[in-house]
T-cell receptor, first 116, second 112 residues
Framework: DAGVIQSPRHEVTEMGQEVTLRCKPI?????LFWYRQTMMRGLELLIY????????DSGMPEDRFSAKMPNASFSTLKIQPSEPRDSAVYFC??????????????FGPGTRLTVL | KQEVTQIPAALSVPEGENLVLNCSFT??????LQWFRQDPGKGLTSLLL?????REQTSGRLNASLDKSSGRSTLYIAASQPGDSATYLC???????????FGKGTSLLVTP
């Protein structure tokens, strides 16, 4: 299995621009998570999907952030308009295969976002 | 809210030493605990997962223990190697949630 795939790996944009991050979870997983990592706050959950349905988006900072999961193999996280304080590494993770470790989360390589 | 603390924040050891990384959490009602490794500029690699009913898990030179009642976990690395240099993150999944609560990590440097 290729693991969780994220694109792009690096994104540099200017303040005010729209940014779209993409994620392909591990095939067969039914849970998908978006996390953000910063030096100050560490890793924090932004949003959680189960069976393509958003269950908890309380971690989404504000209305500038939105996430979708149109099918079981694809999710996007969009920031519009972007601000310098959004600069961080954004991770996608998935879990949910049957078995004793079905809650084990597997992380993608992350997208390093820099907003100038 | 679950608070996860990792001590020390940074650690430097000579190659060959055995070492212990510590993780503590405030809410003992956990479902499982995961230890991750993160290399600079890279993603998170899951090292070990301990279910709440388990006391420890082993993988190669790594051994993780869990004492749920006291809210503690340790990651033991035997015969450390320079390739072990990375940041090690502890994360807890509580019974009431689905999001992992992460510590800030321990940055490990193993010198040749």
């Amino acid at each position: 299995d290729a693991g969780v795939i994220q694109s792009p790996r690096h994104e540099v944009t200017e303040m005010g621009q729209e940014v779209t991050l993409r994620c392909k979870p591990i095939s067969g997983h039914n849970s998908l998570f978006w996390y953000r990592q910063t030096m100050m706050r560490g890793l924090e959950l932004l949003i959680y999907f189960n069976n393509n349905v958003p269950i908890d988006d309380s971690g989404m900072p504000e209305d500038r952030f939105s996430a979708k999961m149109p099918n079981a193999s694809f999710s996007t996280l969009k920031i519009q308009p972007s601000e310098p304080r959004d600069s961080a590494v954004y991770f996608c993770a998935s879990s949910g295969l049957e078995g004793s470790s079905y809650n084990e989360q597997f992380f993608g390589p992350g997208t390093r976002l820099t907003v100038l | 809210k679950q608070e996860v603390t990792q001590i020390p924040a940074a650690l430097s050891v000579p190659e060959g030493e055995n070492l212990v990384l510590n993780c503590s959490f405030t809410d003992s009602a956990i479902y499982n605990l995961q230890w991750f490794r993160q290399d600079p500029g890279k993603g998170l690699t899951s090292l070990l997962l301990i279910q709440s009913s388990q006391r420890e898990q082993t993988s190669g030179r790594l051994n993780a223990s869990l004492d749920k009642s006291s809210g503690r976990s340790t990651l033991y690395i035997a015969a450390s190697q320079p390739g072990d240099s990375a940041t090690y993150l502890c994360a807890v999944l509580t019974n009431s949630g689905y999001a992992l609560n992460f510590g800030k990590g321990t940055s490990l440097l193993v010198t040749p």
